[in-house]
């Protein structure tokens, strides 16, 4: 227990200081399906890179995500350099995803939820610019998105302090040490110890709620036969498509919230609808990504990308890549996977903490 508290008052490190190189120095990701040709980068800071990269890894769109160093001018610093607070740059994690099924925005979104925004100087015991929070941004578009995002958290009063982390122009990244890489996979244990010693998982749980299958428990077959109409048992169990226009979201335009028909799991904002004149409800993004799947669908001789309700175990729709900016996407959802939620109704039917999204 002693040489525990005695890792919990470190900084955000393990092992030996070994020279950090290119990523094809490091071991392979597990391999996963790849929608499309194209990729784009996305780079964040939030003080310790272990738990920053997990709430990342195993995303449908995400490709990688490598711990390391961002925003100095050392060139292929290692830890024990960083750490010092001497080179400039601060730990961070580049994610490598496809844009085709999953939008920057998303990413941002679940960057706000990993560590404590307000935070200046550091991050909650790890104290030293080298711990400090930042969104690197790699392109216009990515600064305005995060920019928008930071100026809309900023004003939803979920935090008694300004939003500190700055938005900075992107200008280099270099891959931590192997053995940085997947902390939370090789030391559970420890990586469990530092979040919780640290304060970063009380101030989550404080700030922000968890999407979960205990939260949002999926029901049985037998069961949803009984409670579902037969056109939502059909799109949601069997993958049907309900009519277009001929259903009961696609025109609504009241404030409030889409949540699964099955689990209850919050889907999607009024905020992020849009007229797509497909004759389905339209979103450009969910509330949260990593209460979805998108598994690649190729029946009825189509390559799509499948839109799942992860904790409802059940069908949504599809997304595809003719959006609107920002993000690009079309989230094409059936009205029968949902239960609309009325803005006026949130608070009552227990979705008080989404009331900023909406407003």
């Given amino acids: 227990m002693l040489s525990l508290f005695v890792g919990l008052l470190m900084a955000c490190s393990s092992g030996p200081a070994e020279k950090s190189g290119t990523t094809e120095n490091l071991p392979e990701e597990p391999k996963q399906e790849v929608f499309s040709a194209k990729t784009e980068l996305a780079t964040f800071a939030g003080g310790c890179f272990w738990c920053v990269e997990a709430p990342f890894e195993g995303l449908d769109g995400v490709i990688s995500v490598v711990s390391g160093y961002s925003g100095g001018k050392e060139k292929n610093p290692t830890y024990s350099e960083v750490s010092s607070g001497k080179t400039g740059h601060r730990e961070a994690v580049q994610i490598t995803y496809d844009p085709e099924v999953i939008s920057y925005a998303e990413l941002v979104d679940i960057f706000w939820q990993t560590f404590d925004p307000t935070d200046v100087g550091g991050s909650f015991f790890d104290r030293g610019t080298q711990y400090e929070s930042a969104i690197f941004f790699h392109n216009d578009l990515q600064r305005k998105v995060a ?31 192997e053995y940085h890489q997947d902390y939370y996979k090789k030391s559970p244990d420890e ?30 077959k037998a069961e949803l036969k009984k409670s579902l ?14 009519y277009a226009y ?18 209850g799991a919050p889907l999607f904002s009024s905020k992020d609808k849009y007229e797509s004149g497909s004759g389905w409800p339209s979103f450009v993004k969910p509330i949260d990504a990593r209460a979805l799947e998108k598994p690649i669908d190729r029946t009825l001789g189509m390559t799509r990308v499948e ?19 920002p993000t690009r996407l079309r989230y094409c959802m059936n009205s029968a996977a949902m239960k609309f939620i009325p803005k006026t109704k949130m608070k009552e039917a227990g979705y008080g903490d989404y009331l900023w999204l909406v407003d």
């Fill in 147 to 177: 920019e928008e995002s930071k100026s809309r958290l900023d004003k939803s009063g979920k935090f008694t302090k300004p939003i500190a982390t700055p938005v900075i122009k992107y200008s280099n990244f270099y891959p931590a040490e």
């Fill in 191 to 220: 990586y469990n110890a530092y979040k919780i010693g640290s304060g970063r998982q009380e101030c989550i749980k404080t700030n922000w709620p968890d999407i979960n299958e205990g939260t949002y428990p999926a029901k049985s």
């Fill in 229 to 242: 109409t037969p056109l939502q048992y059909e799109v949601t169990m069997e993958d049907a498509t309900e």
């Fill in 246 to 263: 001929n259903n009961e979201y696609n025109g609504n335009k009241e404030s409030g919230i889409y949540v699964c028909i099955v689990s």
């Fill in 307 to 325: 839109v799942r309700s992860k904790y409802g175990k059940s069908h949504v729709g599809h997304v595809f890549y003719d959006g609107p900016e």
